[in-house]
């Protein structure tokens, strides 16, 4: 059974924080993806990487970095955290080269005041 | 993927009626469409998918159509039950989603009894 955790089910920080938002799964899986979920707006590809320090700029990278410098880890980098940043964001990995199911953590619910 | 229109936003059915979700895309390389059902204060889980060489795919109650050309897809739900109350995402991708997905706005399926 596929295990996606996330750090933090609830984060609260201050507007020009640094924020570190970290993703672990235990499937060996070669693809990991960052996506934020705001009303009405569906989920948004932030980041995605298919391989150990390698990343991609999704649809909404702007003020967001990534490292993935192990397999089962991808860390998601708010580097001066923005009140419209405060989303909730959900981590996901796949299989393979051809991806197929994203299996999603529970996400973390951010709050930049 | 590029665009992915969703329709409609809320519907309301009765238990034991169908409902249809229905979806339209913009990137003629899709090839990869899933269907995530999200309940309340969970993670998008994976129901069904159907890939570009498919037109048809049936998962009991569940079933997912397919139309290339047309460049849309819809999510059937047949005899629905108080546990299909959720909110639904249809998704696209190029590359079979190892490059992420794009996600429509979402559906929020209400069943009444």
């Known amino acids: 059974d596929v295990k996606v955790t996330q750090s933090s089910r609830y984060l609260v920080k201050r507007t020009g924080e640094k924020v570190f938002l970290e993703c672990v799964q235990d499937m060996d899986h070669e693809n990991m993806f960052w996506y934020r979920q705001d009303p009405g707006l569906g989920l948004r590809l932030i980041y995605f990487s298919y391989d150990v320090k390698m990343k991609e700029k999704g649809d909404i990278p702007e003020g967001y970095s990534v490292s993935r410098e192990k397999k089962e880890r991808f860390s998601l980098i708010l580097e001066s955290a923005s009140t419209n940043q405060t989303s909730m964001y959900l981590c996901?990995?796949?299989?393979?080269?051809?991806?197929?199911?994203?299996?999603f953590g529970p996400g973390t619910r951010l709050t930049v005041t | 993927g590029e665009n992915v229109e969703q329709h409609p936003s809320t519907l309301s059915v009765q238990e034991g009626d169908s409902a249809v979700i229905k979806c339209t895309y913009s990137?003629?390389?899709?090839?990869?469409f899933p269907w995530y059902k999200q309940e309340l204060g969970k993670r998008p889980q994976l129901i069904i998918d159907?890939?570009?060489?498919?037109g048809e795919k049936k998962d009991q109650r569940i079933a997912v159509t397919l139309n290339k050309t047309a460049k849309h897809f819809s999510l059937h739900i047949t005899e629905t039950q108080p546990e299909d109350s959720a909110v639904y995402f249809c998704a696209e991708a190029s590359g079979g989603g190892a490059d992420g997905l794009t996600f429509g706005k979402g559906t929020h399926l209400i069943i009444q009894p």
């Open positions: 990137d003629s390389a899709s090839n990869y």
């Open positions: 159907i890939r570009s060489n498919v």
């Open positions: 996901a990995s796949s299989a393979g080269l051809a991806g197929d199911e994203q299996y």
